[in-house]
């Protein structure tokens, strides 16, 4: 199962550099109505232990599990512009399954197979059927309802995204992530085996190929970059000139190497 990520080009680069993915805590994401789809109560009191707390960005969700956003294609329009620089960054794909935890139910709080966000046009409030542990030792001790409705709930407006998230329960990280700081946001990295990252598509208006007006260094720096993963494949996304639709081409990176050469040579003749 190949999901995508839609990045900058500087986090693309520094994604395959590092050979690491980085997971965040929902709280720090962009839809103010994460973990939102909870049983409601006027004071709080009267509700399943862990929805204990009306608030969308204090509550027990927010802060202790890290997630991974994905998403099932590599071309969409809007997340291009949004997520990717206007174009100008990257899609990258990873064949899940080259990463055992990514779908171990042992590991994930919720694991790629049962991470498919699910869109509504109403707020499910009600308390969830199901009744749980006071504690998380795992995610069998908290029903599959209870991990759809703190993680995999958003409005139908979201429905464009296609996502798919991979959820981890904050205990005990240190074991299985390495933490940096954006700001006051910590960003949590988790290091991927060398033939998990299968595609790369770069964004119809990304510095990279000579066509684009691209940087030299920039090249070199993919290219750099993609020889850690072996069974990584190149593209470009283009624009279609006869619809509102983009498509994506394989890239030879050796091809690449003399559009280059033949670029340089050009300009020493201007």
């Known amino acids: 199962m190949i999901l995508y990520k839609y990045v900058s080009l500087e986090a693309g680069m520094k994604i395959m550099e590092s050979q690491a993915v980085g997971f965040s805590e929902a709280r720090d994401f962009n839809d103010p109505?994460?973990?939102?789809?909870?049983?409601?109560?006027?004071d709080g009191s009267n509700l399943p232990f862990l929805f204990s707390c009306n608030n969308h960005t204090t509550n027990y969700w927010s802060s202790n599990f890290a997630v991974l956003s994905l998403t099932r294609q590599p071309l969409n329009k809007l997340m291009l512009a949004?997520?990717?620089d206007d174009h100008k960054g990257m899609v990258l794909g990873f064949d899940v399954s080259k990463i055992p935890e990514f779908t171990s139910e042992e590991w994930a709080?919720?694991?790629?197979?049962?991470?498919n966000v699910i869109y509504?046009?109403?707020m499910p409030t009600h308390p969830p059927?199901?009744?749980d542990s006071h504690s998380i030792e795992s995610?069998?001790?908290?029903?599959?309802?209870t991990r759809q409705r703190a993680f995999l709930f958003k409005g139908a407006d979201w429905a464009l995204e296609e996502e798919v998230r991979i959820v981890k329960f904050l205990r005990g990280y240190e074991r299985f992530f390495d933490v940096i700081y954006l700001g006051d946001r910590p960003l949590y990295l988790y290091e991927i085996p060398s033939d998990s990252l299968v595609e790369v598509h770069l964004g119809c208006r990304a510095k990279v190929l000579p066509a684009t007006n691209g940087e030299h260094c920039n090249w070199l720096r993919l290219k750099k970059a993609m020889k850690t993963f072996e069974s990584c494949r190149l593209f470009h996304i283009d624009v279609d000139l006869n619809s509102w639709e983009v498509t994506s081409r394989e890239v030879e990176p050796v091809a690449y190497d003399g559009y280059w050469q033949l670029h340089f040579d050009r300009r020493a003749l201007d």
Do not use: D, K, M, N
């Open 120 to 122: 509504t046009a109403t």
């Open 109 to 115: 709080f919720i694991p790629a197979q049962s991470g």
């Open 139 to 145: 995610s069998e001790s908290v029903s599959l309802e």
């Open 82 to 84: 949004h997520y990717a």
């Open 129 to 131: 059927i199901s009744t």
């Open 33 to 42: 109505f994460e973990t939102a789809a909870r049983p409601r109560s006027e």
